[in-house]
C-alpha cells in the first residue's frame, strides 16, 4: 500500500506538471489528485513540492523515453520509426485535447531561470533522451557526431511541434514538422551514403 | 508619461513572462519591475494579469517577429538567413545567462490546458511568426506549401533549441539544430530545383 501511495502521487503529479508547469502546480491539487494527504507527500517528499517534482522528471522523463525508443524498435528502419514517433504524437495531442505532450519541457521553461536544481534535473532527462536517440541512429548506420546532432534535431522538432500543436489545437505543426524531420532523415542518410532501409551497424 | 508608465509595464511584463513563465509571476512583482503601482497596471489593465498577459504576448510577440525578419532581410540568402538566426539565438541566450529566449513559449506551455483565452492569443502569436516567415522563404523561390512546411519547421527548431540549450545551459544544442536546419534548408531548396542563393522570386 505504501509503494501503491508514493507510485500513485508521482503519477498524478506527472499529469498535473505536465499541463500546469511547476509555478501553476500546488500542493492541495496534487494531494487532492493523488487521493493523499499533505502529510502523506512530505511523508515520501520531506523536499516537498521541489522534491517531488524532481522525482516526478525523472520517472515521467524515463517512461517517455521508453515509449518512443519503442516506437523506434519496432520500426522496420529510421525513417518509418520517424514517421511514427510524429504521428503518434499528433495523435495522442488529438485524442487528450492537446493535454498529454511532453513530460519535461513546461516544467523546464518555468524553472530554467529560476530553481538551477529543478533545471539540472530537466538537462538530466533531456541528456538521457539524447544518448538513447544517439544510440538508436548509429544502430541504423550513421556516425556518431552526425547521429548527435539528427538526434539533437528530433527532439528539438518533437518539442517544437508539442509547443505549436497545444497552442493552436491542431495536429497540423506536428505532423508537418514530421515531414520536415524525414526529409531531413533521408538527406543526412543519403549524404553519409547510408541506406534508409538499413537495420543493423556494419 | 501615462504611455510611458504604460510601455513600462509591458516591456518589464515581458521579461518576466518570458522567465518565470504565468503562473510564476505574480501581479506584485510586475508591479515592482515596472515601477509602478498595483492600482496603476488596473488603471491600464482592467482585466488583471491576464489583459496584461495577453497584451505583453501581443506585443512582445509582435518585437520578437520583427527581429527575425530584419536578420532574414539582411542575409544575402535564406540559407544564410538561417545561420544567423540560430547562431543570433546562441549568443543571446549565452550573454543573458541563459534567461532571454522565446518571449511566448513559456507561457504557451502554462496556459495551453488552463486559460482558453490566452491559449489563443499565443496561437494567434505564432500564426503571425509562421505566415511572415512562410513569406520570406516564398520569396526566395519555394512553392507556398513547402514554404509553410519549411517554416513551421524552422520555428519548430528555434522553439526545440530554446529548450535544450535553456535547460542544459549550452548553447551546444541551439548550434547543432541551427545545422541541422541549414541541411534541410538546402535538401528542400535542392529539391525543389531553386538556387540556395536565390535573392528573388521569379
Redesign the interface.
Known amino acids: 500500500v505504501v509503494a501503491a501511495t508514493r507510485d500513485r502521487i508521482v503519477e498524478q503529479s506527472a499529469v498535473l506538471f505536465m ?6 502546480t500546488g500542493l492541495k491539487q496534487l494531494a487532492a489528485a493523488s487521493e493523499a494527504t499533505i502529510g502523506s507527500l512530505y511523508h515520501f517528499f520531506p523536499g516537498g513540492k521541489a522534491e517531488l517534482a524532481a522525482e516526478t522528471l525523472r520517472v515521467a522523463g524515463q517512461a517517455y523515453e521508453g515509449l518512443v525508443m519503442s516506437i523506434f524498435d519496432a520500426a522496420p528502419d529510421l525513417v518509418t520509426g520517424v514517421e511514427w514517433c510524429f504521428e503518434g504524437a499528433a495523435a495522442t495531442l488529438v485524442a487528450t ?3 498529454d505532450a511532453c513530460p519535461i ?2 516544467v ?3 524553472v ?3 530553481d538551477d536544481a529543478l ?1 539540472a534535473v ?2 538530466e532527462v ?2 538521457g533522451w539524447l544518448a538513447s536517440a544517439t544510440a538508436k541512429v548509429v544502430e541504423r548506420g550513421l556516425p556518431v557526431e552526425r547521429a ?3 538526434a ?2 528530433l ?7 508539442f ?2 500543436s ?4 491542431d495536429p497540423a ?1 506536428m505532423k ?2 514530421g ?3 524525414v ?2 532523415v ?3 542518410l543519403d ?1 553519409s551514403g547510408v541506406s534508409p532501409g538499413r537495420l543493423t551497424s556494419p
Chains 1, 2 share one sequence.
Open positions: 499541463r500546469q508547469g511547476y509555478a501553476g485535447d492537446y493535454a519541457a513546461t523546464a521553461l518555468d530554467a531561470s529560476s533545471r530537466t538537462a533531456f541528456a548527435d546532432e539528427l539533437t534535431m527532439i528539438a522538432s518533437l518539442e517544437g511541434g509547443l505549436l497545444r497552442a493552436a489545437k505543426p508537418a514538422i515531414r520536415s524531420m526529409a531531413l533521408r538527406a543526412v549524404e
